[in-house]
Structure formats: structure tokens, C-alpha cells
């Protein structure tokens, strides 16, 4: 792979790792910023819900969201990886064609000998 390729392969997985990172840290704060007003109404006997209920409550809706970002980010990131193997691909066979095309007018330009029938021997005189 070209040093371009390789670099923008790798940047292409810096940028999916932080978004992974960046959704589950956004999910984190997010369930916990959720969690308040949910206590406060269970202290205050206005919610009766048990907490495994809360959190699978939780996992169904907003978990749900969060799952699909990265899901996402994870179709987007083999995409690329599929793209730049496409151009991978490309540049090999663009350098391959142009090294066929190369030997080609190598070979087309090279002089022909021609063998003649009246070819004269060295040192033979010709009257």
C-alpha cells in the first residue's frame, strides 16, 4: 500500500476509535445526567420503579440509539477500508499497465536486422 494509503487507512482508524470512545463516554454521561430526576422521584415516592426495570428501560431506548452510532461508525469505517483497497487495487493495476506498456515500445523500437543475400564477407573485394 502507498504511504498516502496507509496513512489515511490509519487516520480512518484514529477517527472511528474516537467516535466509538466518544459515543460510549456521550452514553455514560447521558444515562447519568438521566439518573438525577429519577431519583429525585423515587425518593420523593412518585416513581415506582424498580432499578434493573429503570436500566433495561434505559437500554431499550437511549441504549438503543447509542448502539446504532457505533454500529454506524463501524459500517462507515469498513466502507472506507473497502475504498482504499479499491484504490489499492487501482494503483497496481495502472503500474502494471504502464510497465506492459513500457516493455511494449521497448520491444517495437528496437532495430531490425535484416539479412541480405548479397551481404559481403569481410575482406572480400567486390568488383
Do not use: C
Not at 494509503?5 to 490509519?10: F, I, K, Q, V
Not at 467516535?19 to 423515587?42: M, N, Y
Not at 436500566?55 to 462507515?76: C, T
Not at 493495476?93 to 551481404?119: D, F, R
Amino acid at each position: 500500500m502507498s504511504k498516502i494509503l496507509t496513512r489515511l487507512e490509519a487516520l480512518k482508524d484514529l477517527v472511528q476509535s474516537a467516535i466509538d470512545q466518544g459515543a460510549t463516554s456521550v452514553e455514560q454521561i447521558h444515562k447519568t445526567i438521566a439518573d438525577l430526576p429519577f431519583s429525585v422521584l423515587e425518593k420523593n415516592g412518585l416513581l415506582n420503579v424498580e432499578p434493573e426495570q429503570r436500566d433495561e428501560l434505559w437500554n431499550k431506548s437511549f441504549g438503543q440509539v447509542y448502539d446504532a452510532i457505533r454500529r454506524v461508525n463501524q459500517e462507515v469505517g469498513e466502507l472506507a477500508t473497502s475504498a482504499f483497497e479499491g484504490l489499492e487495487d487501482q494503483l497496481i493495476i495502472q503500474k502494471n499497465i504502464k510497465a506492459e506498456t513500457e516493455e511494449k515500445q521497448l520491444e517495437e523500437s528496437k532495430a531490425t536486422v535484416i539479412e541480405s543475400p548479397l551481404a559481403v564477407e569481410p575482406k572480400t573485394r567486390v568488383v
